[in-house]
């Protein structure tokens, strides 16, 4: 189990993915389910098949979100020392070979290897955190150790 802290943003997404799920998506399913049901032959029935599928994906879905929201902790204030890097933050890092990434160290609900969210739990965000701009850490990463400097430390995007 992942860290209980997610954004406020984060927390969104998954309240609206939840009301989604159940108000909207679940319920056409349903629908979907008893139209193919009324065929005839469920054995036989594909339309029947996939949509029984369907809602089992869905409520395994709903049944985790109904879990993990109340568990979740929203952060939405920046820490005491802003200066540092903690849960929430965007840290520029520069590797040795001169190249900026920007990372923002969220929940583990909400990351995104794409836009640069990592979770507070991965090795990059452990060596981070309490550290600030100027710092060089290194990290114990899949590919390998890698030697990082912190460029800049920020709680706004």
């Known amino acids: 189990m992942s860290s209980p ?3 406020a943003e984060g927390y969104q997404r998954l309240k609206d993915e939840h009301d989604q799920l159940w108000k909207v998506r679940r319920p056409e399913v349903v ?9 005839g ?18 409520d395994r879905k709903l049944r985790y979100l109904q879990t993990r929201l109340p568990d ?5 204030k ?4 802003p200066a540092r890097v903690f849960f929430g933050a965007w840290v520029e890092l520069e590797d040795e070979a ?12 909400e990351t995104d290897a794409r836009g640069g969210w990592i979770s507070v739990d991965s090795p990059l965000a ?7 701009a100027g710092e060089a850490v290194t990290a114990q990463l899949p590919g390998g150790e890698v030697h990082l400097s912190i460029v800049s430390v920020r709680y706004q995007p």
Do not use: F, H
């Open 31 to 39: 629908k979907a389910l008893s139209a193919a049901a009324a065929e």
């Open 98 to 109: 001169g190249e900026i990434r920007v990372y923002r160290i969220v929940g583990g609900d």
């Open 41 to 58: 032959d469920r054995s036989e029935n594909a339309e029947y098949i996939y949509r029984k599928k369907e809602l089992r994906e869905i």
């Open 126 to 132: 452990r060596v981070l955190l309490k550290k600030q």
């Open 5 to 7: 802290y997610i954004t």
């Open 72 to 76: 979740l902790k929203v952060v939405d």
């Open 78 to 81: 920046p820490p005491t020392d």
